[in-house]
């Protein structure tokens, strides 16, 4: 066993939702509780007057959070129900991240080399994907699509030229480090997909956020046709070992 003693149900979930002021917090757990409702019943939950939950309503539906349609049952004023629009769901915790981490930890102590395999699988898919839009650009071009394939994938990624003519990318976020902090895989696989992305430039990664920095850098340099690869010692372990 991992010897692991936390668990998700024991951390401390923390979520997006958590930085609206209170009234528009309480407005969106209601009508996620609720689902569609009315600016009446949602006043009567919350225990304010009719006039100040619409407003607040209006606010959010300016901002996207929530959406609203006319029903007309019968004679009269049709009623204005309200519903979260697709927005607001990513403001409410998620724990993808944990759960990830979880079934890991569950495949390692069953058969430890499986984790491999699925981070290299995983390497592999980005490795196709990436080649597609790296393929036959030259070499400062697919720096920087290799930097903007990363940004979308969530690293918040940048490049630069450096003095001695190289590259600097800088991964200022680690999209997957619920998973990296506790499976060395995916940081051995993250360096190993830009080196096959880039077969010809030498990738030195020279900052690590696991073990400490602020940010994943990576140094490329473009190795003249015909010399062989020589790579140095990357800062950080290729595969860190299981906790526990």
């Given at each position: 066993?991992?010897?692991?003693t936390?668990?998700?149900?024991?951390r401390?979930?923390?979520?997006a939702?958590?930085?609206?002021p209170?009234?528009?917090?309480?407005l969106?757990?209601?009508?996620?509780?609720?689902?569609e409702?009315?600016?009446d019943a949602?006043?009567t939950?919350?225990?304010?007057?009719?006039?100040?939950i619409r407003?607040?309503?209006?606010?959010?539906?300016?901002?996207?959070l929530?959406?609203?349609?006319?029903?007309?049952p019968?004679?009269?004023?049709?009623?204005?129900?309200?519903r979260?629009?697709?927005?607001a769901d990513?403001?409410?915790p998620?724990t993808?991240?944990?759960?990830?981490v979880?079934?890991?930890?569950?495949?390692?102590?069953?058969?430890?080399?499986?984790?491999?395999?699925?981070f290299?699988?995983?390497?592999?898919?980005?490795?196709v994907?990436?080649?597609?839009?790296?393929a036959?650009?030259?070499?400062?071009?697919r720096v920087?699509?290799l930097?903007?394939?990363?940004?979308?994938?969530?690293?918040l990624?940048d490049f630069?030229?450096?003095?001695?003519?190289?590259y600097?990318?800088?991964?200022?976020?680690?999209a997957?480090?619920?998973?990296?902090?506790?499976?060395?895989?995916?940081?051995?696989?993250?360096i190993s997909?830009?080196?096959e992305?880039?077969?010809?430039?030498?990738?030195?990664?020279v900052?690590h956020?696991?073990?400490?920095?602020?940010?994943?850098?990576?140094?490329?340099?473009?190795?003249?046709?015909?010399?062989p690869?020589?790579?140095?010692?990357d800062?950080g372990?290729?595969?860190l070992?299981?906790?526990?």
């Open positions: 066993m991992n010897g692991r936390d668990t998700p149900a024991a401390t979930t923390h979520s939702l958590d930085e609206l209170a009234s528009r917090r309480a969106l757990v209601a009508l996620r509780k609720q689902g409702s009315g600016a949602l006043a939950t919350l225990g304010v007057t009719p006039s100040a407003q607040q309503l209006r606010g959010l539906v300016a901002a996207g929530v959406a609203h349609r006319d029903e007309r019968g004679p009269g004023r049709p009623r204005r129900l309200y979260l629009g697709p927005a990513g403001l409410f998620k993808y991240g944990e759960l990830t979880e079934l890991l930890d569950y495949v390692r102590d069953e058969d430890p080399e499986l984790v491999g395999r699925l290299e699988r995983r390497r592999r898919a980005r490795v994907r990436a080649g597609a839009r790296l036959g650009r030259p070499f400062d071009e920087a699509e930097a903007r394939i990363l940004d979308e994938d969530g690293y990624a630069e030229r450096t003095d001695d003519g190289g600097r990318v800088t991964e200022h976020n680690c997957i480090l619920a998973v990296a902090s506790d499976h060395g895989h995916a940081c051995s696989s993250e997909f830009l080196r992305a880039m077969p010809d430039a030498d990738i030195r990664r900052s956020i696991i073990s400490g920095s602020h940010a994943c850098v990576y140094e490329l340099r473009e190795r003249p046709a015909g010399e690869d020589h790579p140095e010692r800062v372990p290729s595969a070992p299981p906790r526990g």
